[in-house]
T-cell receptor
Framework: NAGVTQTPKFRVLKTGQSMTLLCAQDMNHEYMYWYRQDPGMGLRLIHYSVGEGTTAKGEVPDGYNVSRLKKQNFLLGLESAAPSQTSVYFC???????????FGQGTRLTVV | AQSVTQLDSHVSVSEGTPVLLRCNYSSSYSPSLFWYVQHPNKGLQLLLKYTSAATLVKGINGFEAEFKKSETSFHLTKPSAHMSDAAEYFCVVRDLRGTYKYIFGTGTRLKVLA
């Protein structure tokens, strides 16, 4: 039982390059979330999904896109990376409304 | 809209003394509330959760928190700090209805002095 798996774990991008981060969960959870963590700012919600085929904007969605074509996968895309997107990215999933989130181990992204 | 305020960005305590990490929340509906801990360069671990049952919630490693609706607070406490408690702690709120967002506070870094 892998839980929540993020791919890749580390990545260095050049400004303007694109990439996709993959979040996969094997717990049949309905809700999935993407966050970025920056020093002193906690985890800020980028986008989230309440079910297969649905997505919604969080607190800091600009510069990112997401897709949830399959229930178990939630993809986060950066179309044109900027140094301000250097961060640690966490994915999470939740089974239903009043349960806790399960987190991936994070992706450390550096944009140079 | 829901939000979380962690009142202290840094807290220092001596080993063996009590810990108090403060959290206030705002929520349009009945919230679920959580505390997570993150050790340096590690992932997030759930300490405890409140989901509209008992207002005093006990978690792992001797931590507990009390939900006070009248004060919109969910402070985290521990009677006696241990060196291994040094970490960053996050308070999280989630509406049980509404947007389904899972919102983090900005975190409190706990330092434990020998």
């Amino acid at each position: 039982n892998a839980g929540v798996t993020q791919t890749p774990k580390f990545r260095v991008l050049k400004t303007g390059q694109s990439m996709t981060l993959l979040c996969a969960q094997d717990m049949n959870h309905e809700y999935m979330y993407w966050y970025r963590q920056d020093p002193g700012m906690g985890l800020r919600l980028i986008h989230y999904s309440v079910g297969e085929g649905t997505t919604a904007k969080g607190e800091v969605p600009d510069g990112y896109n997401v897709s949830r074509l399959k229930k178990q996968n939630f993809l986060l895309g950066l179309e044109s990376a900027a140094p301000s997107q250097t961060s640690v990215y966490f994915c999470a999933s939740i089974r239903r409304e009043n349960t806790e989130a399960f987190f991936g181990q994070g992706t450390r992204l550096t944009v140079v | 809209a829901q939000s979380v305020t962690q009142l202290d960005s840094h807290v220092s305590v001596s080993e063996g003394t009590p810990v108090l990490l403060r959290c206030n929340y705002s929520s349009s509906y009945s919230p679920s509330l959580f505390w997570y801990v993150q050790h340096p360069n590690k992932g997030l671990q759930l300490l405890l959760k409140y989901t509209s049952a008992a207002t005093l919630v006990k978690g792992i490693n001797g931590f507990e928190a009390e939900f006070k609706k009248s004060e919109t607070s969910f402070h985290l406490t521990k009677p006696s700090a241990h060196m291994s408690d040094a970490a960053e702690y996050f308070c999280v709120v989630r509406d049980l209805r509404g947007t389904y967002k899972y919102i983090f506070g900005t975190g409190t870094r706990l330092k434990v002095l020998a």
